[in-house]
């Protein structure tokens, strides 16, 4: 779908999304960490929480603009860069996604 704006979007295509991480990135990742989520989209969320078992669920984090305490415990600020109210330098090159 192109120029479709995510409100546009039938929140039961999310769910071929959800099954699709399920079957791909069940136990390859420690966690999914998603920042500055706008509303909407939480709340979509919350409806593919219910094609995802809670072992896969427990491994998506998403944030709107409260993730600093969370990131400053599971990561330590030390290990995150300024834009995140870390303490190392913001990358500017040598990067992905660039």
Known sequence: MKDVGLTE?????FASVAVHMRSTYYARSSGL????VPVIVQYV??????FVD???A??????????HDHFSKRFGMENLPMHVRGQLPNKTSNFFPP
Do not use: E, G, Q, T
């Open 54 to 56: 809670d072992f896969m």
């Open 45 to 50: 969320v919350r409806y593919l929480y219910n």
């Open 58 to 67: 427990a491994k998506m984090h998403f944030y709107s603009d409260d993730f």
């Open 33 to 36: 960490h998603f920042i500055n």
């Open 9 to 13: 979007l039938p929140v039961i295509a």
